[in-house]
């Protein structure tokens, strides 16, 4: 079973609109980790946030954490062409070390 | 460059032989981990481990093997391919358990 859920399951935007995917979990977690792939190649990490940690940025990203709603957000702003990709989060539930991936958000990004 | 490879590219595999998937780090990561790609299943954890000399379960280790000997190589061993195997498997890596993980660029495999 999965546990990170990403939604939506696919997102279509302009660029220059902002960009918001959210992914929902079941058990309590160390860390949520957000990543970028590219069709056919292996992941990239985007950003990492703890589960004491509420919002991160970096650059045109932000990541926010509910614990206690179990979710998390993306926000990519002012997206771009290039942004154009599928976003997946990773769990890792407290104590086990083992990350779990949802299923992913295909964003496009229309020029 | 230092990174991850993984190594081959893509195989095709007649069912019920025996297959390895390399894979190797140069970045002394302690941690490793291998996920299956599947279309609208996202990753999925096969086995992992937390550093040399020791591997654990993940969601999906039934019919693959692994060994961590050292700790840059951690191959994965499919003994008897099914075709339901069929996958991308991913390496990935880690400094330590729970942080960022680096992945390698992925093995297409195909079992008829």
């Known amino acids: 079973s999965q546990q990170g859920e990403e939604d939506p399951q696919a997102l279509s935007i302009q660029e220059g609109e902002n960009a918001t995917m959210n992914c929902s979990y079941k058990?309590?977690?160390?860390?949520l980790q957000w990543y970028r792939q590219n069709s056919g190649r292996g992941l990239v990490h985007l950003i990492l946030?703890?589960?004491?940690?509420r919002e991160k940025h970096s650059g045109r990203l932000r990541v926010t954490l509910d614990t206690s709603k179990k979710s998390s957000s993306l926000l990519i702003t002012a997206s771009r062409a290039a942004d154009t990709a599928s976003y997946f989060c990773?769990?890792?539930?407290?104590?086990?070390?083992?990350?779990?991936f949802g299923t992913g958000t295909r964003l496009k990004v229309l020029a | 460059i230092a990174g991850i490879t993984q190594a081959p590219t893509s195989q095709i595999l007649a069912a019920g032989r025996r297959m390895t998937l390399r894979c190797t780090q140069d970045?002394?990561?302690?941690?490793m981990y291998w996920y299956r790609q599947d279309l609208g299943l996202g990753l999925r954890l096969i086995h992992y481990s937390n550093t040399a000399g020791t591997t654990g379960k993940g969601e999906v280790p039934d019919g693959y093997s692994v060994s961590r000997a050292n700790t840059d190589d951690f191959p994965l061993t499919l003994a008897s391919a099914v075709p339901s195997q069929t996958s991308v498997y991913f390496c990935a890596s880690s400094e330590h358990a729970s942080e960022r993980q680096y992945f390698g660029p992925g093995t297409r495999l195909t079992v008829l």
């Open positions: 946030i703890r589960s004491n940690e």
């Open positions: 058990t309590s977690i160390n860390n």
């Open positions: 970045m002394r990561h302690n941690a």
């Open positions: 990773a769990t890792d539930a407290s104590g086990t070390y083992k990350y779990i």
